[in-house]
């Protein structure tokens, strides 16, 4: 990773390593001391097709206490039962990483009321698995 992510983004970084081993991460450094994470080949459940998908989002220099919002999914992902995606799912967006931009999902899962000590990016990520898992 670069000199230039900051200490707290790193840490981050590490925590989702650790949290989600299973999976390999990405991770682009931003040009203020925060970096592009992506997962891939996330198992995000029956509720949508395809049923497995990256997961991408950026933790900005602002980290811990900025929230880790918006998360991007696949461009093709679709309902497994047929309807529209909807709110907070957003087709047609842009995951805009350093190394060049990709179509997406964006998933609009803010978090208003957040702990930046308890309330981790990590976190963060596998509340969005879950509710994706749910849909």
Same mark, same amino acid.
Request: glycine share 6%.
């Given at each position: 990773?670069?000199?230039?992510?900051?200490?707290?983004? @790193? @840490?981050?970084?590490?925590?989702?390593?650790?949290? =989600?081993?299973?999976?390999?991460?990405?991770?682009?450094?931003?040009?203020?001391?925060?970096?592009?994470?992506?997962?891939?080949?996330?198992?995000?459940?029956?509720? =949508?097709?395809?049923?497995?998908?990256?997961?991408?989002?950026?933790?900005?220099?602002?980290?811990? =206490?900025?929230?880790?919002?918006?998360?991007?999914?696949?461009?093709?992902?679709?309902?497994?039962?047929?309807?529209?995606?909807?709110?907070?799912?957003?087709?047609?967006?842009?995951?805009? +990483?350093?190394?060049?931009?990709?179509?997406?999902?964006?998933?609009?899962?803010?978090?208003?009321?957040?702990?930046?000590?308890?309330?981790?990016?990590?976190?963060?990520?596998?509340?969005?698995?879950?509710? +994706?898992?749910?849909?």
């Amino acid at each position: 990773m670069s000199a230039a992510i900051k200490a707290e983004v @790193e @840490e981050a970084i590490g925590e989702i390593r650790a949290s =989600f081993a299973s999976y390999k991460v990405d991770v682009e450094a931003d040009d203020q001391g925060g970096a592009f994470v992506r997962l891939h080949d996330v198992l995000i459940g029956t509720g =949508f097709v395809p049923n497995v998908s990256w997961i991408g989002f950026q933790i900005t220099f602002q980290y811990p =206490f900025a929230d880790v919002y918006p998360h991007f999914l696949r461009s093709d992902l679709a309902r497994a039962n047929g309807q529209a995606l909807a709110k907070p799912l957003n087709p047609g967006s842009t995951f805009a +990483l350093p190394s060049g931009a990709i179509s997406a999902v964006l998933l609009s899962r803010a978090s208003r009321s957040r702990d930046p000590v308890t309330d981790t990016a990590a976190v963060k990520l596998a509340k969005v698995i879950d509710w +994706l898992r749910i849909q």
